[in-house]
């Protein structure tokens, strides 16, 4: 695993597929809310393949980490808001939490390649593409699955009520 970096010849193939993914949730999640009053997974579905479909006109071969950790920042922003509008607990929680993991790698490896200055891979990077694509598929299926398989929901519960009774408590 010293060089599982992908070449940006496949990552634009990658990326495609992800952005195809996103589309096909929101295609999925408008049919299946024909007949639903609620639209909630509609308007999340949305917001991802606008943003990831906004983020294809990122050159792959000239780029900067930071413009993909602005594009994440700014669509955490907007499923934040829409949480606050339409509460959805389940899409919503494994967006802000696949959103967020990429950001803190986008701006990671900002650090590491362009303010450090570090051109020679090692683990971090390897650990970086692995975890990138994972999370966009994981935010992909949480679409069509609608279940808590990572049991984020129930961990986020867990922590909520805990920290409620601590401050209830002290």
Not at 7 to 14: L, M, Q, T
Not at 49 to 68: G, H, T, V, W
Not at 143 to 152: A, E
Request: hydrophobic share 55%; proline share 3%.
């Amino acid at each position: 695993m010293n060089n599982v970096l992908i070449p940006p010849e496949i990552s634009v193939y990658i990326g495609v597929l992800v952005q195809w993914g996103f589309l096909m949730a929101f295609l999925y999640s408008l049919t299946t809310s024909i007949n639903n009053p609620s639209k909630k997974a509609v308007w999340l579905s949305l917001v991802m393949a606008i943003s990831y479909c906004l983020s294809s006109f990122i050159d792959i071969y000239n780029f900067s980490y930071i413009e993909l950790f602005c594009y994440d920042v700014v669509t955490l922003f907007f499923i934040l808001c829409l949480r606050y509008f339409l509460p959805e607990k389940r899409i919503s929680t494994y967006l802000l939490f696949g959103l967020s993991i990429n950001s803190l790698l986008f701006l990671a490896m900002h650090i590491d390649v362009f303010v450090r200055g570090n051109y020679e891979p090692w683990w971090f990077w390897s650990f970086y593409t692995v975890v990138i694509n994972m999370m966009d598929i994981i935010m992909v299926s949480i679409f069509f699955i609608k279940k808590d398989f990572l049991r984020l929901v129930h961990v986020m519960d867990k922590l909520a009520g805990f920290i409620v009774r601590a401050k209830q408590g002290g």
